[in-house]
């Protein structure tokens, strides 16, 4: 993935001219989208992907009150990056549905790309080099919240709310910020986290409990959890 950030109407011209030459140089088989978004600061930002579909921009309404079942597939990818992360599955797809209602090239408004909705920068920081492919995405984002449930020991209102609206403004507020959409995500995703089923781990976590098998001096066999 790579962004380009120039300001001003100038910054844009220049920008879509070198965009178009690039694209007359690089031909090839596989054609790689670009995606743009301005910044609060005014800056145009842009970033390559290859979404196998049109992106599209999402928005509040979007989104269901209670978990939806997601496709199979990513289901199965949902679960593996919540093992390897220590995170709840449960809680992974509830931030997917609120983020993306499932939409793998989901685009917000404020630049926020594929299924758990990753900024330029955040995709960045965790490996992502296709925003638009599931796999990535998924990890990506999850790590991020095993990062944020670290960095709030196990606070997931706080997490949440640093998912949206940056650790920058938690800090600020010490704790969730005044900010009505904010407050309205932490409040969607986890009714929908702790609506999909009896047993969601209050902090997030993914608790495995191991099942062994063993057999006692008389020959019987016992399945146990300790």
């Known amino acids: 993935m790579f962004c380009l950030s120039l300001r001003g109407t100038g910054g844009r011209i220049l920008a879509w001219a070198i965009l178009a030459s690039a694209g007359l140089c690089f031909v090839q088989p596989t054609q790689a989208q670009i995606a743009s978004y301005v910044d609060r600061n005014g800056t145009v930002v842009y970033v390559n992907a290859s979404p196998r579909m049109k992106a599209r ?19 199965k990818v949902v679960n593996a990056a919540a093992k390897r992360n220590h995170v709840d599955p449960a809680l992974v797809q509830a931030v997917i549905q609120n983020e993306s209602g499932w939409n793998p090239n989901a685009v917000s408004r404020k630049g926020a790309f594929g299924l758990m909705q990753l900024m330029p ?3 960045e920081r965790f490996g992502v080099g296709n925003v638009f492919d599931p796999a990535q995405n998924i990890e990506g984002g999850t790590r991020y919240l095993r990062e944020l449930l670290n960095r ?14 940056g650790e920058q403004a938690v800090a600020r507020y010490g704790g969730v910020p005044a900010y009505p959409e904010t407050r309205a995500y932490v409040r969607k995703v986890t009714n929908t986290y702790f609506q999909s ?12 409990f191991e099942i062994r098998e063993v057999t006692g001096k008389s020959g019987r066999i016992v399945f146990t959890n300790e």
Not at 60 to 68: L, S, Y
Not at 152 to 165: F, I, Q, W
């Open 121 to 123: 920068s955040t995709a």
């Open 57 to 75: 921009r999402i928005s509040g309404r979007d989104q269901n009150a209670g978990m939806v079942t997601p496709p199979m597939k990513l289901e």
């Open 152 to 165: 709030y020991h196990g606070n997931l209102r706080d997490s949440l709310a640093a998912y949206n609206a």
């Open 197 to 208: 089923g009896p047993g969601h781990s209050p902090t997030g976590e993914f608790h495995r």
